[in-house]
């Protein structure tokens, strides 16, 4: 009798620690489901969730850059030539340093960046652009254009800020219609007016200014009346203004970073700026305009 009275006991004993094992796997289940544990387990395969991917690239592996004479580094190297080779985007001269070298590397950057900019280009020409680098299929593009669009004869004849506004949003589309992933890097337009400050102490750069280069704002550079502070002000509202189209329009693409005003913000002084023209950036002025880039695409986060 006792050893059937142990045996019975110790089936009890059994079943209790089988219906306790049960409820706990239960309570397992419903916590993998959402319940009040602390941290999600593993998947139902024994496998962690894949981390998604990030919006945005540290570490590109190509390069297109599209623009206007700063990006083709016009006056870098000689009087009204461009020096592709200085560009800061994708230029190989080690002086310079330019973003594509420091992303890629020297070798990479050689056959993975491609310069698409033109000298003289305005927003109307960055769709047609954008067209030619899609078929590269880079995996970021460069922009910086709007120069031209205040740089014209007269300051009634800059560029409309809504037709600045219609062809970037064009480019963006012929674009993402290739390349949806593509990353995009949009420097803002230079100050035009702090160029005009600092050119204007130089005789040569005066006599070159004369052969054309944006007369809406260098025309009569030591001219200080207020007709011509009134003139110059206007190129400078009108830059300001394309910079916020640039800015607007690229925070709504989610793989797009806007620099935040740096390029516009920055005190070129007399070193960085060509000393033919003393205006467009020298090979010291394109090594701080690749380091801005590649602080931008290298940062975690967008400039505030």
């Known amino acids: 009798m006792r050893n059937r009275r142990h045996r019975s006991r110790s089936r009890g004993a059994v079943a209790l620690a089988a219906a306790a094992l049960l409820g706990a796997g239960t309570l397992t289940a419903c916590d993998a489901q959402g319940g009040n544990a602390s941290a999600p387990g593993p998947s139902a395969h024994g496998k962690p969730s ?5 919006t945005w690239d540290t570490t590109p592996r190509s390069l297109a850059a599209v623009g206007d004479s700063i990006t083709r ?3 870098a190297c000689s009087v009204l030539s461009d020096c592709i080779e200085a560009s800061w985007a994708t230029g190989t001269d080690p002086e310079v340093r330019s973003l ?3 992303l890629l590397g020297k070798g990479r950057a050689a ?7 033109k000298s ?3 927003m109307a020409d ?11 299929r880079p995996e970021l593009v460069t922009v910086m254009v709007g120069a031209n669009d205040a740089c014209r004869p007269t300051a009634a004849a800059m560029t409309p800020v809504d037709e600045f506004r219609d062809d970037f949003e064009q480019a963006m589309r012929t674009l993402r219609r290739s390349l949806p992933k593509a990353q995009v890097y949009v420097a803002s337009v230079p100050n035009l007016k702090r160029l005009w400050s600092q050119g204007r102490t130089s005789p040569l750069g005066k006599q070159v200014w004369k052969l054309g280069i944006c007369p809406s704002m260098l025309g009569d550079p030591d001219d200080l009346s207020a007709t011509a502070a009134d003139r110059r002000d206007t190129v400078r509202e009108r830059v300001v203004a394309y910079n916020e189209v640039l800015e607007d329009v690229c925070d709504k693409d989610r793989r797009c970073r806007y620099d935040g005003g740096a390029v ?4 070129f002084d007399g070193d ?7 205006f467009h950036p020298s090979k010291n002025g394109q090594s701080r305009l690749a380091e801005l880039a590649h602080r931008q695409v290298t940062a975690r986060k967008p400039a505030a």
């Open 120 to 122: 003289g280009a305005r």
């Open 50 to 54: 894949p981390k998604p991917t990030p």
């Open 272 to 278: 960085q700026l060509s000393h033919w023209d003393w």
């Open 111 to 117: 056959s993975h960046s491609w310069n698409h900019a």
């Open 264 to 267: 516009f913000d920055y005190r």
């Open 126 to 136: 960055l769709p047609e652009q954008v067209a030619r680098a899609v078929t590269e």
């Open 100 to 102: 594509a070298t420091r």
């Open 73 to 75: 580094g016009f006056d």
